[in-house]
Antibody
Framework: QVRLQESGPGRVQPSDTLSLTCTVS????????WNWIRQPPGKGLEWIGSISYSGDAKYNPSLNSRVTISLDMSTNQVSLKLASVTAGDTAVYYCARVPSITWGEFHFDHWGQGTLVTASS | EIVLTQSPATLSLSPGERATLSCRASHIFSSYLAWYQQKPGQAPRLLIY???HRAAGVPDRFSGSGSGTDFTLTISSLEPEDFAVYYCQRRGAFGQGTKVEVK
């Protein structure tokens, strides 16, 4: 079955770059679109961005200048980099799959369990 | 950019009761909306996509409807495991969530 597993440092220094990896099993990342979503403690969900198998990346305009999402097809992994982090970037970070995109519309059908990243010195 | 507003923020009901959750969009768009359920310490779980299609394994007590700017998630008869937070989503926007709690 499809499984997504996030990994990376649980703590990042303010002004540093947050780097996370999502390891996908059960399906090739060559198909589908892969997304990052975050959730600050006790708050709602925020879409960070997505990348398709073709490498086409889209980002939340509020984070656009700081975010990079990429694919590594050799390891079936999706990565997230968020530059210049502040305390406001403290959140649980999820990777999620979009099975298909129809006329620009999509939903997230498989999620990782999430990883908490705290931006603090 | 679309804004999704969910109401109420909290819904206090008893097991067996019917739950009606609302998601209102800031402007009209194609009728494509998804709903997710999230329990404490867990990732969100897809319940409904394309406004009214249940995801695999979702019980038929969950149903979605709506069009234009107004969408609804209905749980016909609450089971103990249904008490959770529910989010609506369209493209890169999420609603702020509705918590369904035990009365």
């Amino acid at each position: 079955q499809v499984r997504l597993q996030e990994s990376g440092p649980g703590r990042v220094q303010p002004s540093d770059t947050l780097s996370l990896t999502c390891t996908v099993s059960g399906v090739s990342i060559v198909a589908h679109s892969w997304n990052w979503i975050r959730q600050p403690p006790g708050k709602g969900l925020e879409w960070i961005g997505s990348i398709s198998y073709s490498g086409d990346a889209k980002y939340n305009p509020s984070l656009n200048s700081r975010v990079t999402i990429s694919l590594d097809m050799s390891t079936n992994q999706v990565s997230l980099k968020l530059a210049s982090v502040t305390a406001g970037d403290t959140a649980v970070y999820y990777c999620a799959r979009v099975p298909s995109i129809t006329w620009g519309e999509f939903h997230f059908d498989h999620w990782g369990q999430g990883t908490l990243v705290t931006a603090s010195s | 950019e679309i804004v999704l507003t969910q109401s109420p923020a909290t819904l206090s009901l008893s097991p067996g009761e019917r739950a009606t959750l609302s998601c209102r969009a800031s402007h009209i768009f194609s009728s494509y909306l998804a709903w997710y359920q999230q329990k404490p310490g867990q990732a969100p779980r897809l319940l409904i996509y394309d406004t009214s299609h249940r995801a695999a394994g979702v019980p038929d007590r969950f149903s979605g409807s709506g069009s234009g700017t107004d969408f609804t998630l209905t749980i016909s008869s609450l089971e103990p495991e249904d008490f959770a937070v529910y989010y609506c989503q369209r493209r890169g926007a999420f609603g702020q969530g509705t918590k369904v709690e035990v009365k």
